[in-house]
């Protein structure tokens, strides 16, 4: 081989492997199914995943289409709904959301959608949820392109255009989840880095949310196995992502990781408690009749 010449062979074998990225949009179709599921039982509402415009991309990440447009829903990311409701979500470790995405939302989305299915834009809304607030958008819209920007509430902004009345145009809002109410939990607290008082109401839903929030619920102890762990127990931890790998099939290195710690860590709780009941005074006899030992 020359001198200067680069063995380049098993070099693929070297390139680190790249962990599949969590799966937020999920999650938050789930949190936000959850939230409307009276209305859906009510057939009040339908929603739609990742409804395709075309037999290729462009997909809305969430359509919530209300039967009735009198039916008002007590959310405050819902209160702008109409009859016909897109809406894009950003996760956390998504890149802020910036006038193109503004445009492809408000314009590219909803035109064609109101196209497709016939609809007017003013039976129309069109939200962009995001985890931090989009300073530099906003600030495009008002200093740029003449909007008006309304606070309504926290992490509620209404984008309004100027000169037009809003119930003869197309109803728009930027939600960020980082500001929301805790009334919303199932959305603010879709992101790594929960607080512990998050992370116990957590653990204590647990099994209880299942049922319709099972890909939230995998999302968030996926970001924040650390933390579950420390508040709701390594063997609880253990349990409900043994039960949520089974029911989705899904298993990845954190979760194996976890699972094969837990073992572990009920093996050296087993025996500490054992250890601890013989300090106190009890013979051997009486701990393999207590503990089942044989």
Known sequence: MPENAVNTIGAEAEKPVRKPPTPYHPAAFSAIGFYLLEYQK???????????????????????IKKNPATKIDRCWAR???????????????????????????????????????????????TI????????????????????????????????NNGTAPEKSLAVQIVVS?????????????????????????????????????????????ENMDILTKEGGMMDTHAILKELADETGFMDDEILEARLEGRQ??????????LEFLESGHSLEEAKKAFALT
């Not at 509402?45 to 290729?56: A, G, I, M, N, W």
């Not at 980082?178 to 603010?188: A, G, I, N, V």
């Open 178 to 222: 980082s500001e929301l109410p805790d009334s919303e939990f199932f959305l603010k607290t879709l992101k790594r880095g929960i607080d512990r008082a998050s992370a116990r109401k957590i653990a204590e839903l647990g099994r209880s949310c299942r049922e319709h929030l099972l890909p939230w619920l995998l999302t968030v102890y996926k």
């Open 129 to 160: 949820v995001c985890f931090k607030k989009p300073e530099k958008l906003l600030e495009t819209l008002e200093k740029d392109l003449d909007y008006r920007v309304l606070r309504e509430e926290g992490g509620i902004y209404y984008i309004n």
């Open 80 to 126: 702008i709904f109409r009859g016909h409701n897109i809406l894009e979500y950003k996760s956390p470790v998504d890149a802020p959301p910036s006038i193109h995405v503004f445009n492809k939302v408000a314009f590219g989305y909803t035109g064609l959608y109101a196209s497709q299915k016939k609809v007017c834009l003013t039976d129309m809304s069109a």
């Open 265 to 274: 860590e009920g093996r050296l709780e087993g025996s500490r408690n054992i």
């Open 42 to 64: 009510s057939g009040e509402v339908t929603l739609e995943e990742e409804h395709s415009l075309s037999k290729e991309p462009p997909r809305i990440d969430i359509i919530i």
